[in-house]
């Protein structure tokens, strides 16, 4: 049976990143949160979760905050410096379990990882 080693990066005024954790515990499974407004994403766990989802992923672009900078016609090359400099804009839940990553609220994604664990 393969480990889970799940990372859930977040906000606490995130709803998604709230029912994520709620997801976990109530299977009983054990995750690291990561508060993003304490601890950003460092350059190479962003790269990492790019890889697997795609940089355009990443970015919340329905969030006040994207549309509050203006970046509605931002060139998607900027978007890993963008959120190197204000991981605020990153789209949460952001979750890791070893070489695999999702970004939302994606629990049938996760119910594949716990059973493919259990083998």
């Not at 890993?80 to 049938?108: F, M």
Request: glycine share 4%; proline share 5%; with cysteine.
């Amino acid at each position: 049976m393969a480990a889970l080693n799940i990372q859930i990066f977040g906000v606490k005024s995130c709803s998604d990143t709230r029912k994520a954790e709620r997801f976990f515990k109530e299977r009983r499974i054990a995750f690291q949160a990561i508060d993003l407004q304490i601890k950003p994403m460092s350059k190479r766990e962003l790269e990492t979760v790019a890889q697997k989802v795609g940089w355009e992923q990443l970015i919340d672009k329905s969030s006040k905050r994207f549309k509050e900078k203006g970046l509605a016609f931002m060139s998607p090359g900027r978007i890993p410096s963008l959120l190197l400099d204000d991981p605020l804009l990153l789209a949460t839940p952001v979750l890791r379990n070893k070489h695999l990553s999702t970004v939302g609220y994606t629990p049938e994604i996760w119910l594949e990882w716990i059973k493919d664990a259990k083998k």
